[in-house]
Structures are given as C-alpha cells and as structure tokens.
C-alpha cells in the first residue's frame, strides 16, 4: 500500500484532515452451493482486499452535524451508505461529535470491487477512532451488517471464507498475488444473474482446504457472459495473458499474476475503453493498517 501510506504521510505533515483508505475487493472464487426457501443462495466464497480504492477524508465537527461531499447524482445524501454509517454510529453510540466527510471515488460504480461497502465500513472503523466511541471490531460489523451483507468483510479488515448467504466468516492467508482488474461499460443486474434458471445452483461444498487448492472459478461467470457480450469480450481479451474470471456477479473481470511487472504488461496493451488498473491482493486491509499506526503513534 506504498500510494496509500505516502498520502496519509503527506496529509499528516501538511496538518489537513486525515484520509482514509476503502479498499475495493475480489471474490477470488464463488460458488452456489443451493437456493433456500427464503430466496437467499448458499454460497461459498474467497474474499482478499486490493491495494487500490476510494479515499474519505473526515474533519471531525463539534456540533453532531453529518456534511458528505460531493453530491452523487440521483441519491440522496441521507440514502448514501456513508451518511448512513456515520448516522448509525452517532445513533448505537449517543456520541454528540459530527463530521465533514470527503469520498474521493475513484472505483467504478457497480463494478463488484465493494466500492459502496467498503465506503460504509471504512466510515464506521474510521469515525470510531476519530469520535473515541470505542466499539470492537465485532460490534463495530454487526452495525455494518445492517448496512449491508458485505459491509461487514471490510470491518473485520482480513481475507476471509465466507459461507451461507455470506453471514459465516472465517479468516484466511490466500496468496497475495498482483491482479489486472478491467470493467467493461456495461452494469451488471445481480437480481437478474441470481434470478436465471440457467445459474448453477448445485455446487457442492467443501472445506476451505480442499478449495484452495483447486483451480478457482466462478458459478456466476457463465449467466453473466450469457447476458452482456461486453463481459464475454473483455474475459477472452484478458485470457491471452493470464487466467482471469469475474469477480462476484461482475461486471469487473480480473487475471492473476506472480508479479507486478507482468502484470503492468498487460495493462499497457488494454483497450482504450476498459477502466481498469493493476493491484496487489492484500490479507490485511490498508485502512486496518493505517489505524494500526495511529493507535501507536
């Protein structure tokens, strides 16, 4: 997280508020192992942090007021999962301090990176420290959950096994490879890939073990390519360099690397019209870090 850590660095000797870091994630496999009587699917799923993300810069106010900038087209500040989380921290605390908060966005909107969870989470970590409000990490997720079902992978801050409708947690140390991440310019309708009769919904489980040393797939990835011909067409341009599969139910596609050289390769050949950037996968999360330092400075 070098980008990350010399910003903070910065801000800090220039006396400006301190940034935060919400990291985007991958779902390095997923797997539908069924669908309950409540709609919900049985998943199993691998989640690892990236070195690359959105930024919250958070001025603390002395009169309990919530101010977020900059306006999102089409969403109401109070709808927005980051004046949610604050106001939700205030309410569980009774803490009377507010906040001037900045998002600087950077990932794209309904890619499957968890851009809106992660904002969420980092808000709640964040504002926890800040206002001195003192809740652990497990209270602090169970606010998150209300949130959001991702909401509270990037509180606890460490790659985990997810299983059940994503509810089971358990932490783990894949391997921190390097990742080219492109999206299409398309959105992806999650309703619409968990509502197709063609979805695979009879993967069966297995223990984390025995899935992490298997080749890593994902049983939304075939309705997806179904779907949007733009998924289809970026996944066989990345497969020239590396094995690559959609992430969650997309529309990110990602390959994996051993190094950041050959992955930065890549990237240089990509077509003009796929955002995209090169990362690190992380089992630690950046902003889990950063607050590290703080509590020990």
């Known amino acids: 997280m070098k980008n990350y850590q010399l910003s903070t660095a910065l801000q800090q000797i220039e006396g400006k508020p301190p940034r935060f870091p919400s990291p985007s994630k991958l779902n390095l496999f997923l797997y539908i192992n069924g669908r309950r009587d409540d709609g919900y699917h049985e998943l199993q799923t691998l989640f690892q942090f990236l070195d690359f993300g959105d930024w919250l810069e958070i001025d603390i106010r002395q009169d309990g007021k919530i101010y977020l900038t900059p306006e999102i087209p089409h969403l109401k500040t109070e709808d927005n999962l980051i004046y949610r989380a604050a ?5 569980h605390t009774g803490c ?17 990176l968890g851009g809106g969870s992660s904002n969420a989470a980092t808000t709640l970590v964040a ?15 169970q606010l998150g959950l209300t949130l959001g079902a991702d909401v509270p992978i990037f509180v606890h801050g460490k790659a985990a096994f997810a299983e059940g409708v994503g509810e089971k947690i358990h932490y783990c140390e894949p391997k921190e490879k390097w990742y080219l991440v492109l999206k299409p310019n398309v959105s992806i309708s999650t309703a619409t890939v968990f509502s197709d009769p063609d979805l695979a919904r009879n993967t069966p489980k297995k223990a984390l073990s025995e899935l992490l040393l298997q080749k890593y797939e994902n049983d939304c990835e075939k309705v997806v390519r179904n779907h949007y011909p733009e ?7 990345l497969l020239q360099y590396a094995p690559a599969r959609l992430t969650g139910t997309g529309a990110c596609i990602f390959a994996e690397f051993d190094d950041e050289q050959t992955a930065q390769f890549a990237f240089q050949a990509k077509p003009a019209q796929y955002f995209g950037f090169v990362a690190q996968g992380l089992n630690l999360s950046p902003l889990h870090k950063m607050i590290a330092q703080l509590c020990n400075d």
């Open 127 to 141: 504002l926890n420290y800040l206002w001195k409000t003192k809740l652990n990490t497990e209270q602090l997720a």
């Open 96 to 112: 009377k301090l507010g906040a001037n908060i900045h998002l600087d966005k950077i990932l794209p909107m309904g890619g499957g």
């Open 87 to 91: 106001r939700l921290l205030q309410q």
């Open 231 to 237: 998924v289809e067409e970026t996944l066989h341009w």
